[in-house]
T-cell receptor, first 110, second 118 residues
Framework: DVKVTQSSRYLVKRTGEKVFLECVQD?????MFWYRQDPGLGLRLIYF???????EKGDIPEGYSVSREKKERFSLILESASTNQTSMYLC?????????FGPGTRLTVL | AQKVTQAQTEISVVEKEDVTLDCVYE???????LFWYKQPPSGELVFLIR??????QNEISGRYSWNFQKSTSSFNFTITASQVVDSAVYFC???????????????FGTGTRLTIIP
């Protein structure tokens, strides 16, 4: 079974803090994605990566950056967290178009 | 630009009733893929189905069936004889050509929350 894991299920941070969300997949997938999910807005793509050290902006990249140093790990970084980044963050990896999702991290920024 | 519309925000039905979740999409691509995902209360999205734009055959998997109609740009999902375990948020999604170069970006609808009442 494909396994996508995320470092935390729940996270509380303060405005201005630097936040790292980690995602690891164990199936050697080349493509990885970060989404945020908000009520009434569905899932929106923040960034994706199709290879190590490669990254592409999604639909809402502002305020975020990413890092992919190893194939299995894709990190989402909030350089200076703000309250409007309070959300559920979902990571996914994909093979042949089927995306496998992690359990999500619910981030609250106070 | 791609767009997916799920006009039904919330649906409640009594157990054993049939229920259809609507999905309408917009794309300029001639080759594209449509997906349905289920998000149970635990939060993890579960893949249900993928269809490509050249295959308009309806698909049935147990109590689940999908109706793909290019003429109306719709990809509707029907649950027959619903069960409490079907309670979840269901997302319809659209992607372009699948390749290894990042074209697998999914555009999601806003989801439909389905509640099955015992």
């Amino acid at each position: 079974d494909v396994k996508v894991t995320q470092s935390s299920r729940y996270l509380v941070k303060r405005t201005g803090e630097k936040v790292f969300l980690e995602c690891v997949q164990d199936m050697d997938h080349e493509n990885m994605f970060w989404y945020r999910q908000d009520p009434g807005l569905g899932l929106r793509l923040i960034y994706f990566s199709y290879d190590v050290k490669m990254k592409e902006k999604g639909d809402i990249p502002e305020g975020y950056s990413v890092s992919r140093e190893k194939k299995e790990r894709f990190s989402l970084i909030l350089e200076s967290a703000s309250t409007n980044q309070t959300s559920m963050y979902l990571c996914a990896s994909s093979l042949n178009g089927e995306q496998f999702f992690g359990p999500g991290t619910r981030l609250t920024v106070l | 630009a791609q767009k997916v519309t799920q006009a039904q925000t919330e649906i409640s039905v009594v157990e054993k009733e049939d229920v259809t979740l609507d999905c309408v999409y917009e794309t300029r691509d001639t080759t594209y893929y449509l997906f349905w995902y289920k998000q149970p209360p635990s939060g993890e999205l579960v893949f249900l189905i993928r269809r490509n734009s050249f295959d308009e055959q309806n698909e049935i998997s147990g109590r689940y069936s999908w109706n793909f109609q290019k003429s109306t740009s719709s990809f509707n999902f029907t649950i027959t004889a619903s069960q409490v375990v079907d309670s979840a948020v269901y997302f319809c999604a659209l992607s372009g050509v699948i390749s290894n170069f990042g074209n697998e970006k999914l555009t999601f609808g806003t989801g439909t929350r389905l509640t099955i009442i015992p």
